[in-house]
């Protein structure tokens, strides 16, 4: 069946922009979860949706940061008046439900200039 | 607190070598689980195994192999006679278990980048 899918793979914005990445998780998953990538690190993790309720947003590292899951399946990440420290794979995962192994989505690569 | 420690950066070795990436693990649950994933030049993070704290097996699935030792909290991988498709970046990662107050998230070391050479 059908991955985990992002959108855009690449954003490329200005400084103090508004971005939205876009996640499509494999059906049935309910559990959603977004995580971001520097170079040359491991996945940090941002936060973590049951169905359509964040369960756990301790990730987020400021409030310019905002994820929402309206109807329990794609999420859409909100980054708000975008920084450069900002750049970096955004990586979206999701599981049959929170004890389940997550699998990866391609990423969306963004580059604050 | 969760950690995950990969203290070797990178890894390069000739094509049929055996090379075993290190994951040494720290966390206060008791009940918890361990993974690896494999991250291809594309990008995408590819899992490859999940190991729960109550089964210290050691597993084999093909040329990989997993050895998972809770006394001195490692689990680290051995991939035997490799190929240069294995040439990746791989990471190990922790979850806890909520139940006890660990959070879902999945805590990842820094990575190990193998390079396979022909």
């Known amino acids: 069946g059908a991955g985990v899918s992002q959108t855009p793979s690449n954003k490329v914005t200005e400084k103090g922009k508004y971005v939205e990445l876009r996640c499509d998780p494999i059906?049935?998953?309910?559990?959603l979860y977004w995580y971001r990538q520097s170079l040359g690190q491991g996945p940090e993790f941002l936060i973590y949706?049951?169905?359509?309720?964040?369960?756990?947003d301790s990730g987020l590292p400021n409030d310019r940061f905002f994820a929402v899951r309206p109807e329990g399946s794609v999420s859409t990440l909100k980054i708000q008046r975008t920084e450069r420290g900002d750049s970096a794979v955004y990586l979206c995962?999701?599981?049959?439900?929170?004890?389940?192994?997550?699998?990866f989505g391609p990423g969306t690569r963004l580059l604050v200039l | 607190a969760q950690k995950v420690t990969q203290a070797q950066t990178e890894i390069s070795v000739v094509e049929k070598e055996d090379v075993t990436l290190d994951c040494v693990y720290e966390?206060?649950?008791?009940?918890?689980?361990l993974f690896w994933y494999k991250q291809p030049p594309s990008g995408e993070l590819v899992f490859l195994i999940r190991?729960?704290?109550?089964?210290?097996q050691n597993e084999i699935s093909g040329r990989y192999s997993w050895n998972f030792q809770k006394s001195t909290s490692s689990f680290n991988f051995t991939i035997t006679a490799s190929q240069v498709v294995d040439s990746a970046v791989y990471f190990c990662?922790?979850?806890?278990?909520?139940?006890?107050?660990?959070?879902?998230?999945?805590?990842f070391g820094k990575g190990t980048k193998l390079t396979v050479n022909p």
């Open positions: 949706f049951q169905g359509t309720g964040a369960a756990d």
């Open positions: 990662a922790l979850r806890g278990v909520r139940v006890q107050g660990g959070s879902e998230k999945l805590v």
């Open positions: 995962a999701s599981s049959w439900d929170p004890t389940r192994t997550q699998y």
């Open positions: 059906s049935g998953h309910t559990a």
């Open positions: 966390t206060r649950d008791t009940t918890y689980y």
């Open positions: 190991r729960n704290s109550f089964d210290e």
